[in-house]
């Protein structure tokens, strides 16, 4: 067994028929999501990891996913989804094991109709891929398809059904190896773009280095650490410094407390966010699709993906976007914005079924 969260969905919805089934196979966290037997949302929620061991007794290869994986084999567990997609042979068969490692630990119905968000990255082998990984699998047996990962994302911002379909709106998926932005016409994707310059990796990266920068190089963290410390404490709204200890050379324990680092590095994220809306998304989008860019600018911007978790990111995206613009700018985003793409996908799944 793993360490995998479940969470329940208030909605119910029927199991008659094929199971509707969600998925995001995201490069930091893998999220499914499905009805139960009882018509309550099932939510899975693990890191997209991999690692491997050879069982002390048999000899035989067994293998450990999620933050299993990750807590008791830290020096060699494969996150095989860091660039976003399987992009060659050994991360497909790589990711393959690790989903039907998931499928057959939380016992995901096969009898299923799958959607998977997928991300807006020009990689055909890629995308190729990640569709074998979902399509070879023991679920989908109905169906398998595959609609934009900031598409589903906005999908549960937008209401409790598929609103979003019907919509002219711009997307920002925030996400941990890209920033991608596009407009949405019905559900017709326009106009997308995407940066592997504005990252939530690269917010982690920066956190470690300024951690070191602040304890005068007392403290150094890996970048794992790094990204705890933004999903705990990050927040435009009420950030607090804190403090942690770490375990000495030759012994004894060193306390720290950050006032800054986390927070300059998430400031910073979003600026360098709004500089590529607003300044290279925009004008393209502009050129190629003038009534579109107007109609969309009059509805509120969606952020979806992980770094829009960050409390209080949605309200300083759009303070600093009507600045850049000057023009007033809204945003919004899902009440979870991490599992909005896959519960995007699922709606969508259930719409196809029925």
């Known amino acids: 067994m793993s360490d995998d969260d479940t969470d329940d969905d208030a909605d119910d919805q029927s199991t008659d028929g094929p199971v509707p089934i969600g998925v995001k196979l995201g490069s930091t966290r893998t999220v499914i999501a499905y009805p139960d037997e009882d018509g309550e949302m099932e939510v899975i929620r693990t890191l997209t990891c991999l690692a491997t061991y050879e069982d002390a007794l048999t000899g035989e290869e067994r293998v450990l996913y999620g933050e299993e994986a990750a807590r008791e084999y830290p020096d060699r567990v494969e996150f095989m989804l860091r660039s976003g997609l399987p992009e060659d042979d050994d991360r497909a068969e790589l990711t393959s094991t690790f989903f039907e490692e998931v499928i057959d630990a939380n016992d995901i119905p096969t009898d299923s109709a799958v959607v998977y968000a997928i991300p807006t990255i020009d990689n055909e082998k890629g995308l190729a891929n990640l569709e074998s990984v979902i399509g070879d699998s023991s679920i989908g047996e109905e169906l398998v398809q595959s609609y934009p990962e900031s598409l589903c994302g906005s999908i549960p911002a937008f209401g409790d059904d598929l609103e979003a379909i019907n919509e002219i709106f711009l997307a920002v998926n925030m996400g941990s190896t890209n920033l991608e932005a596009s407009a949405y016409r019905r559900g017709e994707q326009l106009a997308p773009f995407t940066t592997g310059a504005v990252t939530g990796n690269e917010v982690d990266r920066v956190i470690a280095n300024y951690v070191e920068e602040e304890t005068q190089g007392r403290v150094n963290i890996d970048v794992q650490t790094a990204r705890e410390y933004k999903e705990e404490h990050a927040d435009f709204e009420d950030y607090e410094?804190?403090?942690?200890?770490?375990?000495?050379?030759?012994?004894?324990?060193?306390?720290?407390?950050?006032?800054?680092?986390?927070?300059?590095?998430?400031?910073?994220?979003?600026?360098?966010?709004?500089?590529?809306?607003?300044?290279?998304?925009?004008?393209?989008?502009a050129n190629d699709y003038m009534k579109v860019y107007k109609l969309a600018l009059e509805k509120p911007v969606v952020l979806t993906g992980g770094m829009a978790c960050v409390p209080g990111i949605v309200d300083e995206f759009a303070e600093r976007a009507s600045e850049e613009?000057?023009?007033?700018?809204?945003?919004?985003?899902?009440?979870?914005?991490?599992?909005?793409?896959?519960?995007?996908?699922q709606r969508i799944a259930s719409h196809l079924i029925e």
């Open 325 to 345: 613009l000057n023009r007033d700018i809204e945003a919004t985003t899902s009440d979870q914005p991490d599992l909005a793409a896959t519960l995007g996908a």
């Open 241 to 285: 410094p804190f403090t942690d200890i770490i375990q000495q050379p030759g012994g004894g324990a060193h306390e720290f407390t950050i006032e800054r680092s986390v927070m300059d590095a998430v400031d910073e994220y979003v600026d360098d966010a709004v500089e590529e809306f607003c300044n290279t998304f925009l004008p393209e989008l």
